[in-house]
């Protein structure tokens, strides 16, 4: 079982929906739980961090975290053709200070 | 967000070659830098964990002596690829950790793209 899970995609919504990204995780005792956006050729920019259960709301993005069924989501309302990238879900497991992170979503935002 | 920067951003270089990537924090210090590499359409994988005054950690199955990181200050980590060879062509992406009150982040450098011809 992979430490961190996501489904690659193409995840294809249209412009103004909300896109729903999910991520799962292995690990019990994680403690922090990140968002990067990576569009083709550049480097993950951060976007979300969430460390608490529940919702965390920053703009058109909200992090939902469930410790209890291991996974983490992300939300993006209005979404815009911007938005279309690869999302990547990373994890601090065990406290320490390294980030597993998934295999990316990649996301496309449709005219 | 935090800024981080590298250089170079794009080299290509001869097969033998060594090629040296700089990574900086720019408006935090970061004991804590990472350096990663993505190959096309691959998910980032961590190289080694550069500790600022000590040793890199580096992640199993990485050479050690083939990727030499130095952190001689709080915002500088180099990365040294020795002996390039094609195979080593990628993109090496190195992040800085971010400790700030109760936030632990670690933020981006935009990426060097080595070619070995």
């Known amino acids: 079982q992979k430490e961190v899970e996501q489904n690659s995609g193409p995840l294809s919504v249209p412009e103004g929906a909300i896109a729903s990204l999910n991520c799962t995780y292995s690990d019990r005792g994680s403690q922090s739980f990140f968002w990067y956006r990576q569009y083709s050729g550049k480097s993950p920019e951060l976007i979300m961090f969430?460390?608490?259960?529940g919702d965390k709301e920053d703009g058109r993005f909200t992090a939902q975290l469930n410790k209890a069924s291991q996974y983490v989501s992300l939300l993006i309302r209005d979404s815009q053709p911007s938005d279309s990238a690869t999302y990547l879900c990373?994890?601090?497991?065990?406290?320490?200070?390294?980030?597993?992170f998934g295999t990316g979503t990649q996301l496309k935002v449709e005219l | 967000g935090a800024v981080v920067s590298q250089h170079p951003s794009r080299v290509i270089c001869k097969s033998g070659t060594s090629v040296k990537i700089e990574c900086r924090s720019l408006?935090?210090?970061?004991?804590?830098m990472f350096w990663y590499r993505q190959f096309p359409k691959k998910s980032l994988m961590l190289m080694a964990t550069s500790n600022e005054g000590s040793k890199a950690t580096y992640e199993q199955g990485v050479e050690k002596d083939k990727f030499l990181i130095n952190h001689a200050s709080l915002t500088l980590s180099t990365l040294t690829v020795t002996s390039a060879h094609p195979e080593d062509s990628s993109f090496y992406i190195c992040s800085a950790r971010r400790l700030a009150g109760s936030t632990d982040t670690q933020y981006f450098g935009p990426g060097t793209r080595l070619t070995v011809l």
């Open positions: 969430i460390y608490s259960n």
């Open positions: 990373a994890v601090n497991a065990g406290g320490g200070n390294k980030l597993t």
């Open positions: 408006d935090f210090q970061a004991t804590t």
